[in-house]
C-alpha cells in the first residue's frame, strides 16, 4: 500500500488487465529466445554422448578417435569432473563417472567447428558397459529386493530438511502423524480405499533447452540459455566447480515455456563442462527433441494408496496416504515434491487425523523434476476421486460433500499451521454454478453419454523457507522508469505485473514503465526462482518496495526544495504535486539531474534508484517423525474445477465439451492475464488427463517424439471455459496478491475422470484417459460388448 | 557437399544465399539470413513454431530444403507488419491475450495470415483445422482462435 | 529413434535431373543410395532420425508431368508433384472424387500437407498412410518410370510390407490414375487417432460403395484398413459378403465382423491389437453405414 492511498483503494493499473509489456515484440518476431542470439564465427558446438542403458557399470571409454577428427576442439568425460552435483541431495556428477543410472544419462561431451562434427565425434566415442538388472517401479525400488542404485546414498551431502536412507533407494521418506488415524476408522461410516498409478510426462516446451556457455581464460563463467531460474544456476554451478557466484554470469533471455523443466541446473552443466576445456570460446549446446523427451527433466510418476473416512454426517474422519514417487535415476527435485506431497497430503480438506508416508524412490528412469503444479496435480488425481468415491459411499452430493470439509481460514492444517482466510468455498460455489451442478444435460447423440465432474484443489509455494526476490527501479532522464528483476517471464506474464505494480506504487503511467532484459545476474537483482508460482506475490513486494523507495526519495527531494511537508505531496500520473500549494512539477524533470535551489545556490536530488527486497521469515521446520510445526508453508492458493465430458460408447473417445475454473488469487494484479492461466493450465491437464504419458519400457522410452507424445491441439479444446476470480486477501501479498500459475492444472484429470465417472459409472484408474482405456474399461464392465463370432 | 546458389524474395527483399544441398530454409532464414523470428521446435514437422509461407502457402520451414526455394515469395513473421502497422492477426492476438512465452506465435500468426488469406470469413473449425499443427502449451488455444475470428472480422471491415 | 537424433538433416546431395529418364538412370545407377524426393515429409524425419542414409535426393517434383492434376473425361491424374493441399484445393477433385479429398484432409496438418503429396504417401508404403485406403478403393493405377520408360501398375498388390513396395531401381512413380468412378458412388473415411485430428491413425476405415447389377446385392463395396496390418489391407471377404448379400444394418454388422476378423493388427505405442481389432468393427459398421446413407440420400 502506498503512504498516501487509504488501505482500501487499489491504484491504477492494479487490477487492470493491461497489455503485456513483451506482446508486441512477440508478434513481430523480434523477441530474442536463447536460439536467437548470435555468437559469431568462433561459436562451437557441442554433443553428448548418452547412455543406452538403463543401468550399467561403466567398463571403458574411449575417446582417442573422436579426439582426432578434425575439428574437434574438445572431448570430456567424467574422469575431469569428480565433483557431485545436486539441488536438494547432491547424488550426481556432470558426467558419469562409473555407472549410468537412466537411457540418456551423459557419458561423455564433444565440441567441435560444427554441430555435425560434434555429432560425428560422439559416435567415434567408445563407451565399454556392464549391464546391471534395473528398477523400474517406485513402489518395488523402495523394497529390500531391489537392487540399490546409489550404494553411497549415505555420503551424499544432504540438505536438512530431506531424510534419504543409506542402503536402500528412498532419497526421501516423509511422513505426517496428526491426530490418531487408526483410532478413528472405528467411527467412520464408509471408508474408501484406491491406489493410483500416475505416468511419467514431460513439459513439452515448444522450445527446446539450449545453452552456450564460455569459460575465460580466468576461469569466469559465462551461461546464455532457457532459463526459469538464473540465480540458482550461477549458484549451483559456482558450488559445482568451487568458484565465487560473482565469477559466474548468467544471461537468460525470453523462454519459450518452462512449467519446471528449465529450473535449477540440467544441461547448462554439459555445456559448462565442455566450454571449460574450450577456453575462451562459447560452446553451444541444444538439445533436440527426441533428446528433449529422452533426457530433460520428467514429471515424476507416483504410485498412491489413499484410504479415507468419514462419519455419517459426511464429515472426514482420517487419511493415510502412502506415495511412492519415481524420483528417476537422480533426485534433483524429486524430494522436495515429495515433501511437498506430504505436507500437503489432506488435500484442501479440514481433516483431524492425517497418517501419510510420502517417499521418493530411485530408479532407472529419468530425472524427475519441478512440473507445474509440484507433485500436486499428481496427488489430487488420486485424492479428488476418493473424495468423490466417500461422498457417494455415504450417498451425499460430491459438492455438498466437498462444502462440508472444505479448508477454512483458521482450520488447524495436516501439519499444525492454521490456515490463513481463503476463498475456497466460494470457488466451490461458484464452480459448481457456473457448470450448472446437478443438472443433467442428454447427449448429443444415442450412443453417446455425458457427465459432469468437480474437483478442488490446493497447492503452497514449495520453496526453501527463506527463498526471497529483490527488485530495482531507476528513473530515466524523461521520467520513464526502468525495472529490473531476476524473475523471469516464462510466458505467466511476470515482467506486465512487475510493470504494473511498479507503476502503481510509484504513480506513473503504466506506458512509463519498462523492465530490463534479458535476465542477467551480473545487473539484474537477485530472485530464487521462477518456480512455485512465487514471483507475483514474492518479486512482486519487491517490486513494490523498490517503487515505494523510489517514491520515497522523490518525495523527499521535492518536499525539500519546495519548502513543503512530504505527506501533503503525491505523485500521480507522473507528476509530483502538492495537495497543499497546488504545485506540480514532472518526473522528467528531476529524476536524475534534481532540483536546483532557490536563487541558484546549487542543486539537490540526483539519480532516483529505489531498492525493495522481500524474504518470508516466518517459514518455520517440521519435525522429521511426525510433519508437524508451527508454519510449514507461506501460504496457500485454493480452487475448483468442474467439468461435463461425453464419451462415445463406440469407439471410448473423451471429448470434454467445457469447463470451468475458480481460483482463489488474493487480489488479480491483471484479471485477464490471470484468466489466461486459469484456461492455459486447464488444456494443459486436460492434455494431460486424455494424451499424455512417457511409455517407459524396462526404463527406454518408446515415444520420444510428437508423433507419439501427443498433447492437446486445437482440435481438442472446448472454446466454453470459464474461468472465475475469487480473491480474499493474502495478508502479505502486494495488494492481496497471490499466485496462480500451476494451480489450475492441479484438479483437471480429477474433475475429468469424476465426469468420465459421472457419464459412464466406471474408474477408469491410471490417466491418461485415452479411447483405448476407456472403451476397453467399457467392455470389461459389460457397459458395451465385445464384438463377438 | 555441394553448393547450390538460390535467388529468392524474403519478405520483400530479394535475396542471394549459397546454400548446401541438406540446409533446411528454416536453418537458411535463421543462420543465414538471421531471421529469427521462424522458430525451430522439433525439425520433424510436428510442432509447427516454423511455419513460413511460400507462395503464399503455410509450410514448415524444417520440411523444405533451401535449395528447393529458388525463385520463391517467402514470408516470415518478420514480414507480416508493414510499415510498422501489425498485420489484423497480430493486433488481434494482441488483444486477445494470445500471447504468452511467444515460442508458438510466429508460427500461429503465419497459420493464421495463410488461413485468412484463402478463406477470409473461415468458420471456427476451419481456424481450429488451420491451426491444429501449431502447438502451442501455454495458452489453451481459445483466445488464439477468438483472435484469428476477430482478425478475420477486422479484416473484413478494412476491405 | 535413436536418442542422438541427427539435430539436422545430415550430408546428402540434392539433385535435379532435366528429364524424366535422366532420373531413372541416376536412380538406378545409384541404387541403395538414391531416391526420389517428393514432399520430403517421410524422408527428411527419417534421415534426420538416422534411418535412412541416401547420398542422393533426386527431386521429381517439376519432371514432365509429375506437377499436373488433372480431373476430366478420363478419369483423375494427380502427379508425383502434387501436394494434397492442392488435391484439396480443387473443385473437381471435391466434386467428383470427395472421398479422396477427405483422405487428404486428415492428414497431419494443413502445413505439412503443403508438402505432403499422395504419391508420397503411397511410395512411403506405411500400414497408417491415411491416403492409400481411399486410393485403393478408388482402383487407382501407378504410372511408373524406369530406366525401360513408362509402365501402368495397379495399387493393389503395390505393398509388399510395412515401408515396402514393388518399385525397382530407378522406378519413379510420376502419377496416380483414377478411371471416372462409378455412377452414384460414395465412399466415406473414418480415422481414429488419439487427438480429434492431426493424428497417425490408430485405424483408419475407408468405405465405398456403388450400385452394380452384377452384384446380387445389387451394390459393390469396399473396404479398406489401415494401421491394423503390415500393409494397407482391403477386406475382400467383407467385400464379397456385402456383394452377396442385401445392404443393411445387419449385413454391415456382419461384414464388420469379417472385416476385423481379415485384419492383424500388433500392439504398439499408439494401440493395443485388441483395441484395434475391436475398432476395426466398429468403424467399418459406422463407415458402411455413413456411405449407405450418402448412396440412398
Known sequence: MTPNQPATSVPHPIGDSVTRVDAKEKVIGAALFSDDLQFGPGLLYARIKRSPHPHALIKRIDTSKAQALPGVKAVVTGESFPGMTGLYLQDRHIFCRDRVRYVGDPVAGVAAVSEAIAEQAVELIEVEYEPLQGVFDPEFGATSEAPVLHPDLGKYKVQNFIFPKPGTNISNHFRIRKGDVDAAWSQCAAIVEHSYRIPHIQHVPIEPHVAVAKVDENGKVTLWGTSQSPFAQRNLIAIALGISQSDVEVIAPYVGGGFGCKAGVSMEALAVAVASKTKGKPVKLRLTREEEFYTAFVRQGMVAHFKMGCDAQGRLLAMQNRFYWDGGAYTEYGVNITRASGYSSSGPYDVPNVKTDSFCVYTNHPVGGPMRGFGMPEMHTGLEQCIDELALAIEMDPVQFRRINCVQGGDTLVTGMTMHPTGLSECLDKAAKAIDWGRKVAPSAPNKRRGKGIAAMWKAPAMSPNASSSAKVALNEDGTVTVSVGGQDIGQGSFTIAAQMAAAALGVPIDWVRVATPLDTNYSPYEWQTVASRLTWSMGNAVAAAARDARQQILELVAKAWNEKIEDLDIVDGNVISYKSEETISLKNIAIYGLPLPNDQGWIGGPVLGRGNFMPTYVTGLNAETGQGPRAVVHYTTGVQAVEVEVDLDTGKVQVLRGVGAFDVGKAINPEMVKAQMEGGFVQGMSTALFESLQLKEGVLQNPSFVDYRIATTSDVPMDIQSIIVEVPQDDGPWGARGVGEHSMVPTVAAIANAIYDAIGIRVGAPPYSAEKVYLAMVDAGLVKEMEG | ?159 | MTINAHPELPDFDYVRPATLMEASQFLAQHAGEARPLCGGTDIFVRMRDGLWHDRYLVDVKKLDGTANLACDAAGLTIGAGVSMNRVIAEAAVRQNYPLLAEACCSVASHQLRTRATIVGNLCNASPAGDTIGACLVLGGRLRVHGTDGFREIPLEGFFTGPGKNTLRPGDIVTAIHFAPLPAHSAGTYIKLGRNTWSDLSIVGLTAFGYPDETAASGYRFKIAMASVAPTPLLAHKAQDFLAENPPNLQSFDQAARLASAACSPIDDVRSSARYRKLMVYQLTKKALQQTWEKLTR
Request: glycine residues 10%; proline residues 3%.
Open chain 2, 1 to 159: 557437399m555441394a553448393l547450390h546458389h538460390i535467388t529468392l524474395t524474403v519478405n520483400g527483399e530479394f535475396e542471394q544465399v549459397d546454400v548446401p544441398s541438406q540446409m533446411t530454409l528454416l536453418q537458411m532464414l535463421r543462420d543465414k539470413l538471421a531471421l529469427t523470428g521462424t522458430k525451430n521446435g522439433c525439425n520433424a514437422g510436428e510442432c509447427g513454431a516454423c511455419t513460413v509461407m511460400v507462395d503464399g502457402e503455410a509450410v514448415n520451414s524444417c520440411m523444405v530444403l533451401a535449395v528447393e526455394c529458388q525463385g520463391a515469395n517467402v514470408v516470415t513473421v518478420e514480414g507480416l507488419a508493414k510499415d510498422g502497422v501489425l498485420d489484423p492477426v497480430q493486433q488481434a492476438i494482441i488483444n486477445h491475450g494470445g500471447v504468452q512465452c511467444g515460442f508458438c506465435t510466429p508460427g500461429m500468426l503465419i497459420s493464421a495470415r495463410a488461413l485468412l488469406n484463402r478463406n477470409p470469413e473461415p468458420s471456427e473449425d476451419d481456424i481450429r483445422a488451420a491451426l491444429v499443427g501449431n502447438l502451442c502449451r501455454c495458452t489453451g488455444y481459445v483466445r488464439i482462435i477468438e483472435a484469428v475470428q476477430e482478425a478475420a472480422k477486422r479484416q473484413k471491415a478494412l476491405n
